[in-house]
């Protein structure tokens, strides 16, 4: 019996002396070991980076020592999930549970990916890069509306609205709006479709005169299947010398959203009001992603003049007055 209470007992102390030297172990790598990384170092953490992608890459980067225990951790800490896509400094000799608090908290980012959404005007663009933190959105919009883009043969820009690429930028948060906007502009010539100046020269046009069609096309079209026909419509209404009346250029002039359009409204002297004015505004009145820019550089030809939204994103066409005012009629009862 005597035997069996000390192999039990022996037992107890190995178990507990285990759990210990594990805990002081765990204690170690997670809390006080300060060994990695071994200078300052930069990492850029992906979009869309799952925990164990972030996990692999800090091991990959030398930031931790362990993927595995930095995985661990962030589970124990329900943080597997919470942390920020951008590109990190993370200074030399820090803890691993340091290093999650500091993605997870976003801190010591260099830089942050910002998306900017297709139809974004360059308003929009500077308010959304200001509440992200890199920098004054007043300085941005500014920039943004009297900086012109030489465009070579085609020319200059009035400014950077419609030329600034609706996508996903890793943005340095000490950027300027000169840098900003080389990133989105370059992104922009990327984008326009191969022989731009030769296909706008065919539609009567410069390159900026389609990039506001484009822009037209982005704030009204819902369905990229009918974006090459909406781009049709305003082509065919500027060569008959028709006001193209266009709610969206309306809208343009708003310092914010508006729901409704009034008479009032359409009634405004603004050179973009296209009820009172033949013929494009002045400039783009939004930034056009790359279905909106084909469809203005490849519109599809028909005899269609008019349109009205009819719900489920799609517009009814209309070659007359009276087949318009009857699908007014119809959908907008």
């Not at 896509?85 to 993605?103: K, N, S």
């Not at 690429?165 to 992104?187: C, E, G, I, N």
Request: charged share 20%; hydrophobic share 45%; net charge positive.
């Amino acid at each position: 019996m005597r035997t069996k209470v000390r192999r039990a007992a022996g037992a107890l102390v190995a178990v507990a002396l285990a759990a210990g030297l594990a805990a002081w172990w765990v204690r170690g790598v997670l809390f006080v070991d300060r060994t990695l990384p071994a200078h300052d170092t930069i990492v850029v953490v992906p979009n869309g980076a799952t925990g164990r992608d972030v996990a692999a890459l800090l091991a990959e980067r030398g930031v931790v020592a362990s993927s595995l225990a930095f995985d661990v951790l962030a589970r124990l800490r329900g943080e597997r999930n919470a942390m920020k896509a951008g590109e990190y400094r993370f200074a030399a000799h820090r803890t691993l549970a340091e290093v999650l608090g500091q993605v997870v908290a976003g801190g010591g980012q260099v830089a942050r990916w910002i998306t900017i959404p297709e139809g974004f005007t360059a308003r929009e663009i500077a308010r959304r890069l200001g509440a992200a933190g890199v920098g004054d959105a007043a300085r941005f919009e500014d920039f943004f509306l009297h900086e012109p883009l030489d465009l070579g043969p085609a020319g200059k820009t009035a400014n950077l609205e419609g030329y600034l690429f609706p996508d996903t930028y890793l943005v340095p948060l000490d950027a300027t709006p000169a840098q900003v906007a080389a990133l989105m502009t370059a992104r922009f010539r990327e984008e326009l479709p191969p022989g731009a100046a030769a296909l706008a020269r065919g539609l009567g046009l410069t390159v900026p005169q389609v990039v506001t069609v484009a822009s037209l096309v982005e704030r009204e079209a819902q369905a990229d299947d009918e974006r090459a026909l909406m781009a049709g419509v305003y082509y065919n209404r500027l060569r008959r010398g028709m006001p193209l009346q266009v709610d969206a250029t309306i809208e343009y002039t708003f310092p914010r959203h508006k729901d409704v359009i009034t008479y009032a409204d359409l009634a405004r002297s603004s050179p973009y009001n296209t009820y009172r004015r033949t013929g494009l505004p002045p400039t783009p009145i939004a930034n056009p992603g790359r279905p909106s820019l084909l469809a203005a550089f490849h519109p599809q030809a028909s005899g269609y003049l008019y349109y009205v939204y009819k719900g489920n994103g799609h517009h009814a066409f209309s070659r007359t007055l009276a087949e318009h005012n009857a699908n007014v009629a119809r959908y907008l009862r």
